[in-house]
């Protein structure tokens, strides 16, 4: 064994951590939904009985809580004081600019659920966790629909997800002369915003399900875009997409279904394209032989158990496959953003 093979080991600790990877999640989210590192944030150096009554919490559960924290590293203590960690602070506190607490909602309110069903799921190739979710329909989409709530929480955690990482479609010389993009599942209209505020000459259509339309309107008409965005509500994979496009955007999408609907999907895209117009993929990225990032490994089975039974989150191979396979005549990556997500473009 080389140096290297022996310093990716796994130890006790790490493994003890994953075995209770369920309560060590369940102790950050309390943290999130009591309001823990925002009044460390404001409060940093707070007492045992200054937070107790913050949270309004007994002592004895506000001892657990803290020391599963502490133990965590998630806060810190130092003699009978206590703050935040330096990421927490970074990443758990709620108005921090890249802020992980939306993303944990989706994680608490969807994915924890779900995942319940996981082994079944792998047994059965479905996502048996859906059952958790009431309405009809074979996606979590669908059933979404039903429950503003859980819509809400899915859609704040794809916008926040997309803010932490979208900068980087800011600076494509291939979208500085797009006229007309679909952001095709663009969801509350997070990136279609940023694109137009970036590209004075484009145009963005937002094809999403009606009632994510909706969430999508309400954000354009406050940036005051609508004029140069609209909404294009139905189904990407057999509606129509609009006329005169020169580029279609697919940000955490490609990860929803399985590489046949995918090709599918992706030959519509380049029949709706002119000569010379371009996909953009925008998503986290799997390595090309499959051994992480750690990012993808762990998304994928929310995939598979719950969105829609047959997606993951692909590599960059994968796609660059698919794109040929429909006749895309050149790909491009653009490797290393922020929370393992890469660009690929494909022109035609
Ligand atoms: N078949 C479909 N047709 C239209 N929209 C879809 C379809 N399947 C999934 N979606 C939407 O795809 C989105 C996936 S979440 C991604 C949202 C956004 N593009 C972002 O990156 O932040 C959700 O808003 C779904 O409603």
Same mark, same amino acid.
């Given at each position: 064994? /080389?140096?290297?093979?022996?310093?990716?080991?796994?130890?006790?600790?790490?493994?003890?951590?994953?075995?209770?990877? =369920?309560?060590?999640?369940?102790?950050?989210?309390?943290?999130?939904?009591?309001?823990?590192?925002?009044?460390?944030?404001?409060?940093?150096?707070?007492?045992?009985?200054?937070?107790?009554?913050?949270?309004?919490?007994?002592?004895? #559960?506000? !001892?657990?809580?803290?020391?599963?924290?502490?133990?965590?590293?998630?806060?810190?203590?130092?003699?009978?004081? &206590?703050?935040?960690?330096?990421?927490?602070?970074?990443?758990?506190?709620?108005?921090?600019?890249?802020?992980?607490?939306?993303?944990?909602?989706?994680?608490?309110?969807?994915? &924890?659920?779900?995942?319940?069903?996981?082994?079944?799921?792998?047994?059965?190739?479905?996502?048996?966790?859906?059952?958790?979710?009431?309405?009809?329909?074979?996606?979590?989409?669908? !059933?979404?629909?039903?429950?503003?709530?859980?819509? !809400?929480?899915?859609?704040?955690?794809?916008?926040?997800?997309?803010?932490?990482?979208?900068?980087?479609?800011?600076?494509?010389?291939?979208?500085?002369?797009? =006229?007309?993009?679909?952001? @095709?599942?663009?969801?509350?209209?997070?990136?279609?915003?940023?694109?137009?505020?970036?590209?004075?000459?484009?145009?963005?259509?937002?094809?999403?399900?009606?009632?994510?339309?909706?969430?999508?309107?309400?954000?354009?008409?406050?940036?005051?875009?609508?004029?140069?965005?609209?909404?294009?509500?139905?189904?990407?994979?057999?509606?129509?997409? #609009?006329?005169?496009?020169?580029?279609?955007?697919?940000?955490?999408?490609?990860?929803?279904?399985?590489?046949?609907?995918?090709? @599918? *999907?992706?030959?519509?895209?380049?029949?709706?394209? #002119?000569?010379?117009?371009?996909?953009?993929?925008?998503?986290?990225?799997?390595?090309?032989?499959?051994?992480? #990032?750690?990012?993808?490994?762990?998304?994928?089975?929310?995939?598979?158990?719950?969105? /829609?039974?047959?997606?993951?989150?692909?590599?960059?191979?994968? &796609?660059?496959?698919?794109?040929?396979?429909?006749?895309?005549?050149?790909?491009? !990556?653009?490797?290393? *953003?922020?929370?393992?997500?890469?660009?690929?473009?494909?022109?035609?």
């Amino acid at each position: 064994m /080389t140096k290297t093979e022996c310093s990716n080991e796994l130890d006790l600790d790490s493994l003890l951590l994953i075995a209770a990877g =369920h309560t060590a999640f369940q102790l950050l989210w309390a943290g999130i939904e009591l309001g823990l590192y925002d009044y460390l944030s404001q409060n940093p150096g707070s007492s045992f009985d200054g937070i107790a009554k913050v949270l309004e919490l007994q002592p004895q #559960p506000t !001892r657990v809580l803290l020391t599963g924290l502490t133990a965590l590293r998630i806060i810190k203590k130092q003699g009978n004081q &206590y703050s935040n960690s330096s990421i927490a602070e970074q990443k758990l506190v709620s108005d921090s600019s890249d802020s992980f607490a939306l993303v944990m909602g989706w994680q608490r309110y969807i994915v &924890y659920e779900g995942l319940l069903d996981f082994v079944e799921s792998l047994r059965k190739n479905d996502n048996v966790g859906l059952r958790r979710f009431p309405g009809q329909g074979d996606r979590l989409y669908q !059933r979404l629909v039903n429950d503003p709530f859980k819509e !809400r929480v899915f859609q704040d955690a794809m916008s926040s997800l997309s803010s932490q990482a979208n900068v980087s479609l800011l600076n494509l010389v291939e979208l500085e002369n797009i =006229h007309h993009l679909v952001d @095709a599942g663009g969801g509350d209209g997070t990136n279609g915003i940023l694109l137009c505020k970036n590209y004075p000459n484009m145009r963005v259509s937002v094809f999403d399900s009606e009632s994510v339309c909706q969430i999508a309107r309400q954000h354009i008409e406050e940036q005051g875009l609508a004029a140069r965005i609209n909404t294009w509500p139905g189904n990407f994979l057999s509606d129509p997409f #609009p006329t005169g496009i020169d580029a279609i955007l697919y940000s955490h999408i490609l990860t929803i279904w399985s590489p046949e609907t995918n090709i @599918a *999907l992706l030959k519509r895209t380049y029949a709706a394209l #002119p000569e010379g117009g371009i996909v953009v993929i925008f998503n986290m990225m799997g390595n090309d032989n499959d051994d992480g #990032p750690i990012s993808t490994a762990l998304g994928s089975p929310y995939f598979q158990a719950i969105a /829609t039974g047959d997606g993951m989150l692909y590599s960059w191979s994968d &796609y660059e496959a698919w794109l040929k396979e429909v006749g895309f005549s050149s790909t491009k !990556r653009l490797e290393g *953003l922020p929370l393992d997500h890469g660009i690929l473009i494909g022109k035609k």
